[in-house]
């Protein structure tokens, strides 16, 4: 995929793709990374085998990457137009003017606009965002006020530079309006070309300490140098990364850029390729490389966290107890009786709290209907199988019955077996005797036949011989 990157960046020729790819891979790797639109114009024209599924997704992801770069530069000038209108001096961190660093627009990524204004000012900027049809996001991470809006658009408004490091911060400390303004505006300023690379530094090293970094962020620095040319003070700005102590973490960030998208010189590419593999896999801890990137930072980020989970605890606090306004909403009495607040505040939690419970108590009946029903089949299972043997058992026994000598009956044990038994015998011979006595041997019947037969023939005897 980098080498793809590469070509496509570079205006190069690209060969038919003749090793077999995983392009599902492919797919989510690049839409993680947000590359996904010149991965997708790369493959255009070549021949590649791949999955009509799989082309469609790609063609799906580049179709909405598209439209959001047209809602990115339309948005872009509404939100200008609105704060001059306004009169609200803003200053645009970052804005859709990345597109030009790139050959073709729909080439670049824009994660967000940035814009920089004064905390009095976002009440009212708060304001005209709802009446834009912006939503606003509540996000743990992140010190500013996200709004969002279909189909993915998303604005972030600080009013305070989002720098920790002090060198940086104090860099950046004058007015909104002591940088320099737009043309053909009053109240709306960007950066320089150095104070935007410098921003872009300590956007790309607060994205490092929260496992967020990606490959879109290191090709946006390297076009962004190579747009800058030798026009650009990079001495000046090489001594303000040298104050705050990211040269080391921006060298190495340059040295993995042109290994990926340059020549690829004869250099030493240690910590390079330990920086390649901590964006490949998603923000994996590295111990040794935080420790030559920025060894110095490893105590803000101590700060870092523990700012960010303070803040988050004072936002729940405000969703646990709202102000009077909000709850006017709910009880209209409050705007009568203001001093009724707090019990409204006990109803409502209550209310939240009952309603969660409920819902808790639901989830876990139907778990533990699920495991009864569970442990009920697999009794009949166990009562089925006890059944089916019980009946098999005497279909055994009356087979033993019929077979003949058991192998594993000694020789003596057969021939008691085969030895009849004397019991047996005496009832038949005491069976033989009743029968004689009663009269029901044929062995006796015919006998008494005989003996009728001699008599009647004596007297037929006699008979002729008085004739004669």
Not at 81 to 91: F, G, P
Not at 108 to 117: S, T, V, W
Not at 157 to 163: E, H, V
Not at 386 to 414: L, Q, V
């Amino acid at each position: 995929m980098l080498i793809l990157l590469a070509a496509i960046i570079n205006q190069k020729p690209i060969q038919t793709l003749r090793k077999r790819m995983r392009w599902e891979t492919l797919l989510d790797v690049s839409d993680y990374q947000d590359v996904v639109s010149i991965v997708y114009i790369g493959l255009l024209g070549i021949e590649k085998e791949i999955s009509e599924e799989c082309e469609a997704e790609f063609y799906q992801n580049y179709r909405k990457q598209l439209l959001l770069y047209e809602s990115y530069k339309k948005v872009d000038e509404v939100i200008k137009w609105q704060l001059e209108r306004h009169k609200i001096d803003a200053l645009f961190l970052l804005d859709s003017e990345v597109t030009e660093m790139y050959p073709k627009p729909e080439m670049a990524h824009i994660r967000q606009i940035e814009i920089l204004a004064d905390k009095k000012e976002m009440p009212r900027i708060h304001r005209i965002m709802l009446d834009m049809d912006y939503e606003q996001r509540e996000e743990a991470m992140g010190s500013g006020v996200v709004y969002v809006r279909v189909p993915g658009v998303r604005i972030v408004f600080y009013d305070g530079m989002p720098i920790e490091n002090k060198v940086i911060r104090h860099y950046f400390s004058g007015s909104i309006k002591s940088y320099r303004r737009i043309e053909s505006y009053r109240f709306i300023h960007m950066l320089t070309n150095e104070e935007v690379y410098l921003y872009r530094a300590a956007r790309m090293v607060e994205l490092y300490i929260t496992g967020k970094l990606k490959i879109r962020d290191i090709m946006d620095l390297w076009q962004f140098k190579k747009v800058l040319g030798e026009k650009f003070r990079w001495k000046a700005v090489r001594e303000f990364l040298e104050k705050a102590k990211w040269q080391e973490f921006i060298r190495q960030a340059e040295l993995l850029a042109e290994l990926w998208f340059g020549e690829g010189a004869e250099q030493q590419y240690g910590v390079a390729i330990e920086l390649e593999e901590y964006i490949l896999s998603r923000g994996r801890e590295n111990e040794h490389l935080d420790e030559e990137l920025l060894p110095c930072e490893k105590v803000r980020l101590d700060f870092y966290w523990r700012d960010r989970d303070k803040e988050w605890a004072l936002k729940q606090q405000a969703w646990w107890f709202p102000s009077r306004e909000y709850m006017m909403q709910f009880f209209p009495a409050l705007e009568k009786y203001p001093f009724l607040l707090v019990f409204c505040w006990i109803v409502r939690n209550w209310r939240f709290i009952r309603r969660i419970c409920t819902n808790k108590c639901k989830k876990a009946g139907f778990r533990l209907r699920v495991r009864l029903l569970d442990i009920k089949e697999k009794l009949k299972g166990m009562i089925g199988r006890k059944k089916d043997g019980e009946e098999e058992m005497p279909e055994a026994a009356e087979g033993d019955n019929g077979r003949g000598a058991d192998p594993d009956i000694s020789g003596e044990d057969a021939a008691e077996e085969a030895r009849p038994d004397e019991s047996s015998a005496g009832a038949a011979e005491g069976t033989a005797v009743q029968a004689e006595e009663e009269g029901d041997s044929p062995n006796r019947e015919t006998a008494d036949e005989t003996a009728r037969l001699e008599e009647t023939e004596g007297e037929n005897y006699e008979e002729l011989k008085n004739q004669g």
